[in-house]
């Protein structure tokens, strides 16, 4: 459609909120400052276009944006004012570029006039946000207003999604200026190459243990995932899914045997080494799902095929022996349509991997009144088919990755930079997002105390997402790795933490606390009938400090590695065994 020429003069901070209604937002998430007044103004006048949501913590309000950007597959929006507001707001910036998730910054800037004389609360945006953002601008022409601000949306929605900073100084928007407005781009998504499908399922033709992994977040559509799907199922494919990407496969499918990414089964990890043709299909090949770079030899001895929408990333690391630079929903809709292959090699090899999974996702013996991996098994078959989950960073983050199964209809939002305090805000940006659907927030008690404060925004706007709160009273996941490292040597980890049930119910929110299996799936469900933000406080065994190991199994572990090193070396002075390669959750 053919956007209105406006001819009226306008002030740049209404010319900029009529640039956010041209780009289609829907939401704006901010904490409001004295640098972007007249924008605050513009959006007043556009306050039955775009939701404003008033949030407590700058970093909060681009988490929310990056929830929404995540969720829709469009830009979130997020604004903050200058110095201490783009600091705090940083680290949601770098959530956005790690995840690709499409973000639009805005940050209210001093004065132009006043640059470089270290004016009050003045950052060069360009320098501070140049290795976490895609692109760094700011607007001092009030003219050039939609053209930056379509190009921005542009940037942060094309190939790599990711995000974009725009400063807008404080002048500018108090200038006026006659400009028309300026809407999307009508630009179709890259497909695959003409032979480009023929050649993968060549490849797969070949092939006797191969392998899918499915990553990436903001950019696939519903659509896509159901394409993709069917082309993984009806050649009968074994998914594995990156690093926090639990939403775009099916848990429940015979072809689902996991995650692939920090804290991965070690079995998964032993069956990718063995596959001879690894599908990585929406993934970066980054850190977490390649094992800290040691999954495949990086010239390509295992036959890589590698589908991303960016070209750049493709064979960055490991070489592929086919790239395919394609929209993921282009890719999946190509794929779709292609033969399946007839009576493949590899029933019996999926079948495996899939038992591997079965078996992983079975809840062990734990000690103590709670098992928390049969709770959450029991929690995830009362919940409702389109709930959506956010996580923050930390051990108790692999409970649910190991032991539930996100199901189709269902989304997981998780920061693969390992962000604490991501969880909350994201919860809350999901339930504004989509306020008919139920959201639960898995958080640490670490992780609550950053962002908890957030809570608020979701009373002041009236949505109630439901927070699980695993309090072990430490940072479990340093905890983990210092008992492998320091066996004993107890340092920074200990946290004492308050009543969270309390702390929910000072807003006039539901608040319960759960110290047995059998407690959680009636609390979480009487938090959800009470329609008011709840919280769910879930007191765990401190000593069970993983999944998988108690901090006495971490210590005898330790000692053992640390017997042996001497063994080795009877001459070497005695100390602590040298540090392992890490292999569990990550945290900031």
Not at 91 to 120: C, M, N, W, Y
Not at 400 to 422: V, W
Request: with cysteine; charged share 20%; proline share 7%.
């Amino acid at each position: 459609m053919t956007q209105a020429r406006r001819t009226e003069a306008r002030l740049g901070g209404h010319i900029l909120a009529d640039a956010l209604v041209a780009q289609g937002v829907s939401h704006a998430f901010c904490v409001p400052g004295e640098s972007y007044l007249d924008l605050l103004d513009g959006l007043y006048a556009q306050r039955n276009r775009i939701q404003l949501v008033t949030c407590r913590f700058e970093a909060g309000a681009v988490h929310m944006a990056e929830a929404y950007g995540k969720l829709t597959g469009k830009a979130g929006v997020a604004i903050v004012t200058r110095g201490p507001g783009a600091c705090h707001a940083a680290i949601g910036v770098h959530v956005a570029f790690q995840d690709s998730t499409p973000l639009v910054l805005i940050i209210g800037q001093i004065p132009f006039e006043e640059t470089d004389r270290e004016s009050f609360q003045e950052v060069d945006y360009r320098k501070m946000f140049a290795p976490l953002a895609k692109w760094v601008t700011q607007i001092d022409d009030a003219a050039r207003i939609p053209e930056l601000i379509a190009h921005a949306f542009d940037v942060a929605t094309s190939g790599r999604p990711g995000p974009v900073v725009v400063a807008i100084s404080e002048e500018m928007q108090k200038h006026m200026a006659s400009v028309p407005d300026i809407g999307p781009a009508a630009v179709l998504p890259p497909h695959p190459a003409p032979d480009a499908m023929d050649r993968l399922m060549g490849l797969l033709a070949k092939s006797q243990k191969p392998l899918a992994v499915l990553g990436g977040g903001a950019c696939w559509t519903e659509q896509g995932r159901a394409d993709i799907r069917d082309f993984l199922v009806a050649n009968d494919i074994p998914v594995a899914v990156s690093f926090r990407r639990q939403g775009l496969f099916d848990g429940t499918s015979p072809n689902f045997v996991g995650d692939l990414g920090v804290g991965a089964d070690a079995t998964l990890v032993a069956k990718a080494r063995e596959s001879d043709l690894f599908l990585a299909i929406g993934t970066r090949m980054g850190e977490p799902i390649s094992q800290g770079y040691t999954l495949f030899d990086m010239a390509g001895g295992t036959p890589i095929v590698q589908v991303y929408p960016d070209q750049a990333e493709i064979g960055r690391v490991y070489r592929p022996a086919l790239g395919i630079t394609s929209d993921m929903n282009a890719f999946a809709a190509a794929a779709k349509a292609t033969k399946p292959i007839a009576n493949p090699a590899w029933a019996g090899w999926r079948a495996e991997l899939r038992a591997a999974r079965e078996a992983q996702a079975r809840p062990a013996q734990y000690e103590g009144p709670l098992n928390l991996a049969v709770a959450l098994q029991e929690l995830e078959a009362v919940l409702p088919a389109d709930t959506i989950f956010t996580t923050d960073a930390g051990n108790f983050a692999t409970w649910p990755n190991r032991f539930m199964h996100i199901s189709e209809k269902q989304d997981f939002l998780g920061p693969t930079n390992g962000a604490m305090g991501y969880g909350v805000p994201a919860a809350i940006g999901a339930k504004i997002t989509f306020p008919g659907r139920t959201v639960i927030c898995f958080v640490g008690d670490g992780g609550f105390m950053m962002t908890g404060q957030e809570i608020a925004t979701a009373f002041h706007h009236s949505v109630n997402p439901i927070i699980l709160v695993f309090n072990n009273q430490m940072y479990g996941t340093i905890r983990m790795h210092q008992e492998r490292t320091y066996p004993g040597r107890v340092s920074a980890t200990a946290l004492t933490n308050p009543d969270f049930s309390k702390f929910i119910e000072s807003f006039g929110g539901h608040g319960e606390i759960v110290e047995t299996t059998e407690q959680l799936v009636p609390a979480v469900q009487r938090a959800i009938a009470s329609g008011k933000p709840a919280l769910v406080e879930v007191r765990t065994n401190p000593e069970q400090v993983t999944n998988r190991s108690t901090i006495a199994q971490l210590r005898e572990q330790a000692r053992k590695a640390a017997e042996g090193a001497a063994e080795k070396e009877p001459a070497a002075k005695a100390g602590p065994a040298p540090a392992p390669r890490r292999v569990g959750p990550r945290t900031r």
